[in-house]
């Protein structure tokens, strides 16, 4: 069973930085695939970024450039670099894990049975 807490959220101004953390544990037993995903109130999750164990990312095109995902195997923690953030990243930011047999770095939600409760990314005016 993987258990994901995220942390590292907070608020930041427009065209700030930040960086969110998730500590997956058992994921290196359990998963090959650990993704990101965000939700604004009222709208439809969407995936942000997502990582394989053997270092393959994917991002979405309208975050490219701009968001960062990465890992750190040893300590079984996957990050989340958002930079030059826009009002429009605000939102409750969370980790995933993937089903047993996910070995590329998916942007499907349906691909991810492990949830973490998120942490908050707010924009500042």
């Known amino acids: 069973q993987v258990q994901l807490v995220e942390s590292g959220g907070g608020s930041v101004q427009a065209g700030g930085s930040l960086r969110l953390s998730c500590l997956a544990s058992?994921?290196?037993?359990?998963?090959?695939?650990l993704g990101w995903f965000r939700q604004a109130p009222g709208k439809e999750r969407e995936a942000v970024a997502a990582?394989?164990?053997?270092?393959?990312?994917s991002v979405p095109d309208s975050l490219k450039g701009r968001f960062t995902i990465s890992q750190d195997t040893a300590k079984n923690t996957v990050y989340l670099q958002l930079n030059s953030v826009k009002p429009e990243d605000t939102g409750l930011y969370f980790c995933?894990?993937?089903?047993?047999?996910?070995?590329?770095?998916?942007?499907?939600?349906?691909?991810?049975?492990?949830w973490g409760q998120g942490t908050q990314v707010t924009l500042s005016s």
């Open positions: 058992g994921y290196t037993r359990a998963t090959n695939c």
């Open positions: 995933a894990a993937g089903l047993p047999y996910c070995v590329t770095p998916s942007l499907d939600s349906n691909t991810y049975n492990s």
């Open positions: 990582i394989v164990s053997d270092g393959r990312t």
